[in-house]
Protein backbone atom coordinates (compact mmCIF):
# COMPACT_ATOMS: atom_id res chain seq x y z
CA UNK A 1 0.00 0.00 0.00
CA UNK A 2 1.30 3.41 -0.43
CA UNK A 3 0.21 6.39 1.32
CA UNK A 4 0.63 10.11 0.36
CA UNK A 5 0.91 13.15 3.38
CA UNK A 6 0.71 16.94 2.96
CA UNK A 7 1.85 19.70 4.92
CA UNK A 8 2.15 23.02 4.75
CA UNK A 9 -1.21 24.29 4.35
CA UNK A 10 -2.14 27.58 6.23
CA UNK A 11 -3.86 30.84 6.72
CA UNK A 12 -1.55 33.41 4.71
CA UNK A 13 -2.08 37.08 3.27
CA UNK A 14 -2.75 38.22 0.08
CA UNK A 15 0.55 38.61 -1.49
CA UNK A 16 2.15 35.97 0.45
CA UNK A 17 3.79 32.75 -0.17
CA UNK A 18 3.42 29.82 1.08
CA UNK A 19 5.07 25.91 0.62
CA UNK A 20 3.13 22.50 0.20
CA UNK A 21 4.87 19.38 0.34
CA UNK A 22 3.64 15.97 -0.20
CA UNK A 23 5.89 12.81 1.02
CA UNK A 24 5.03 9.07 -0.52
CA UNK A 25 5.82 6.22 1.73
CA UNK A 26 5.22 2.23 1.05
CA UNK A 27 5.79 -0.01 -0.99
CA UNK A 28 6.90 1.72 -3.79
CA UNK A 29 8.39 0.39 -7.28
CA UNK A 30 8.11 3.67 -9.13
CA UNK A 31 6.43 7.14 -9.16
CA UNK A 32 5.61 8.38 -12.48
CA UNK A 33 3.84 11.58 -12.70
CA UNK A 34 2.55 13.26 -9.31
CA UNK A 35 0.19 16.63 -8.91
CA UNK A 36 -1.13 18.88 -7.18
CA UNK A 37 -5.48 19.42 -7.30
CA UNK A 38 -7.67 22.61 -5.50
CA UNK A 39 -10.94 22.30 -4.46
CA UNK A 40 -12.69 25.52 -3.53
CA UNK A 41 -15.95 25.34 -1.22
CA UNK A 42 -19.16 24.58 -3.55
CA UNK A 43 -16.37 23.81 -6.47
CA UNK A 44 -15.44 21.25 -8.59
CA UNK A 45 -11.41 19.66 -8.17
CA UNK A 46 -8.97 21.27 -10.27
CA UNK A 47 -5.96 20.23 -11.61
CA UNK A 48 -3.39 23.05 -10.43
CA UNK A 49 -0.38 21.29 -12.12
CA UNK A 50 1.57 18.00 -12.63
CA UNK A 51 5.49 17.32 -13.14
CA UNK A 52 6.75 14.57 -14.86
CA UNK A 53 9.36 11.88 -13.00
CA UNK A 54 12.20 13.32 -15.42
CA UNK A 55 10.74 16.67 -13.68
CA UNK A 56 9.18 18.47 -16.55
CA UNK A 57 6.16 20.45 -15.14
CA UNK A 58 2.76 22.10 -16.57
CA UNK A 59 0.45 24.54 -14.60
CA UNK A 60 -2.84 25.72 -14.72
CA UNK A 61 -3.55 28.94 -16.67
CA UNK A 62 -4.61 30.73 -13.30
CA UNK A 63 -1.23 29.88 -11.33
CA UNK A 64 1.11 30.28 -14.12
CA UNK A 65 3.92 32.39 -12.88
CA UNK A 66 3.21 32.78 -9.53
CA UNK A 67 3.16 28.55 -8.41
CA UNK A 68 6.10 26.14 -8.80
CA UNK A 69 6.33 22.38 -8.76
CA UNK A 70 9.12 20.58 -8.31
CA UNK A 71 10.11 17.17 -6.64
CA UNK A 72 12.87 15.18 -5.02
CA UNK A 73 13.07 11.63 -6.50
CA UNK A 74 14.97 10.37 -3.78
CA UNK A 75 12.67 11.45 -1.07
CA UNK A 76 9.56 10.66 -3.24
CA UNK A 77 8.12 14.12 -2.11
CA UNK A 78 6.52 16.67 -4.52
CA UNK A 79 6.33 20.13 -3.45
CA UNK A 80 4.34 22.93 -4.54
CA UNK A 81 6.00 27.01 -3.82
CA UNK A 82 2.58 29.04 -4.06
CA UNK A 83 3.70 32.79 -4.57
CA UNK A 84 1.59 35.93 -4.76
CA UNK A 85 -0.98 34.31 -3.81
CA UNK A 86 -4.45 35.48 -4.09
CA UNK A 87 -7.83 34.99 -2.29
CA UNK A 88 -9.28 33.05 -5.09
CA UNK A 89 -6.35 30.65 -4.16
CA UNK A 90 -8.17 29.31 -0.93
CA UNK A 91 -9.03 25.80 -1.29
CA UNK A 92 -8.22 22.34 -0.16
CA UNK A 93 -5.30 21.14 -2.02
CA UNK A 94 -4.89 17.80 -2.75
CA UNK A 95 -1.33 15.54 -4.03
CA UNK A 96 -1.84 12.91 -6.33
CA UNK A 97 0.89 10.70 -7.61
CA UNK A 98 1.06 7.53 -10.44
CA UNK A 99 2.79 4.57 -8.73
CA UNK A 100 3.85 1.17 -9.49
CA UNK A 101 4.03 -0.37 -6.49
CA UNK A 102 7.05 -3.15 -5.67
CA UNK A 103 5.70 -6.50 -7.17
CA UNK A 104 3.23 -5.17 -8.64
CA UNK A 105 2.90 -5.01 -13.05
CA UNK A 106 0.56 -2.39 -12.76
CA UNK A 107 0.16 1.35 -11.93
CA UNK A 108 -2.47 3.18 -9.60
CA UNK A 109 -3.24 6.55 -8.53
CA UNK A 110 -3.06 7.34 -5.43
CA UNK A 111 -4.75 10.79 -3.10
CA UNK A 112 -3.26 12.58 -0.04
CA UNK A 113 -5.98 13.71 2.55
CA UNK A 114 -5.45 17.57 1.67
CA UNK A 115 -4.21 20.56 3.27
CA UNK A 116 -5.93 23.83 3.53
CA UNK A 117 -5.05 26.85 1.89
CA UNK A 118 -6.94 30.01 3.38
CA UNK A 119 -5.62 33.57 1.67
CA UNK A 120 -7.31 36.42 3.17
CA UNK A 121 -7.68 39.90 1.70
Known amino acids: QVQLVESGGDLVQAGGSLRLSCAAS????????MAWYRQAAGKQRELVGHISSGGSANYADSVKGRFTISRDNAKNTVYLQMNSLKPEDTAVYYCYANVRADGSYIDRTYWGQGTQVTVSS
Open 26 to 33: GSIFRINV
